[in-house]
């Protein structure tokens, strides 16, 4: 029998072939399945930085939101002490406040309020104070008895200036010129109706003092004050005083300027003036003093 010339030994030429060629399909497939496993690795690593870029923006945010609570708690603390201090500032007020009114209950109803009124208005100096009619009504007391003392007791306390009062009582009396003031006799025959017998038994006191020559324009009566009836400076005032002599009462009923002193003659029609008009309202005149 002839050997094929293409036959080797075991294995011929056409299964060589068909073996190198089932080696170069899997070879092909190997490195196809190398392709995909690189793919995937690249996907994977892509898939995987995405991640880590979504991972790092949710941090970045995630640490915004923290720095932003941080600050909102640090506001809402500095709030909240700010709160507190004031709470406790308003407790102390309050307390002083119920200190004080324990220790003003046991004081007298006038020296209560004037304390109460003071205060209430120990605060920043306003434009305007409405003083209460009995403050204003102290404030005269005290600024009849001594002018002196009041003004030094204004350095001290909160009271009505002077010339608040001479309004206050200008509204009250009425604006006066020098002479028999007419709105106070009025206003003491209403009183004399109420007293008793014996309180109507009165005398007639004259005081006469020095005073400065000053000029001084009255917008009220649209006239100069400072002027005697004859239109010379005045230097000296007289005062016609009606005075009980039973009881413990006085009110000045006229007044009356004049240069150096007024003329006996004159002096004495106004005490004879007087005398009728307090005849007039019911008080009975039993005697007139040597002037003050």
């Known amino acids: 029998m002839v050997a094929n010339p293409f036959q080797v030994e075991g294995t011929t030429i056409g299964d060589q072939g068909h073996r190198e060629s089932n080696l170069g399909t899997d070879a092909r497939a190997d490195v196809t399945e190398l392709q995909k496993q690189l793919q995937k690795e690249r996907e994977d690593k892509q898939l995987l930085a995405l991640q880590l870029c979504d ?3 949710d941090n970045k945010w995630l640490r915004n939101k923290i720095k932003a609570l941080t600050v909102s708690k640090s506001r809402l603390q500095r709030r909240l002490r700010s709160q507190i201090n004031d709470l406790k500032t308003k407790l102390q007020a309050e307390q002083g ?18 304390l109460m009124f003071q205060a209430k208005e120990q605060r920043p100096i306003r434009k305007c104070r409405k003083f209460p009619k009995k403050i204003k009504d102290m404030a005269l007391q005290i ?22 009062l001479r309004r206050y009582l ?26 008793e017998p014996h309180q109507r038994n009165v005398a007639i006191v004259l005081d006469e003092m ?45 007044y009356f300027f004049a240069k150096s002193a007024l003329p006996a003659e004159e002096t004495a029609d106004i005490l ?16 007139i003093p040597p002037p003050i």
């Open 170 to 195: 200008a509204n009250i009396l009425g604006h006066f010129k020098q002479g028999f003031l007419d709105t106070i006799i009025a206003q003491m025959k209403n009183r004399v109706k109420t007293m």
């Open 143 to 164: 600024i009849h008895q001594s002018p002196a003392t009041y003004k030094v007791l204004r350095t001290y306390f909160c009271l009505p200036c002077p010339s608040t």
């Open 210 to 254: 020095a005073i400065k020559k000053h000029l001084c324009y009255n917008p009220t009566f649209d006239c100069v004050d400072g002027l005697t009836g004859t239109g010379k400076m005045a230097d000296h005032a007289m005062v016609i005083m009606c005075r009980g002599i039973a009881s413990k009462w006085k009110q000045a009923i006229a």
């Open 272 to 287: 004879v003036e007087a005398v009728r008009r307090m005849a007039r309202i019911g008080l009975t005149h039993h005697t």
């Open 55 to 57: 991972s790092r923006k």
């Open 97 to 114: 406040k119920i200190k004080l009114s324990d220790t003003l209950a046991t004081l007298p109803p006038h020296s209560r309020e004037f």
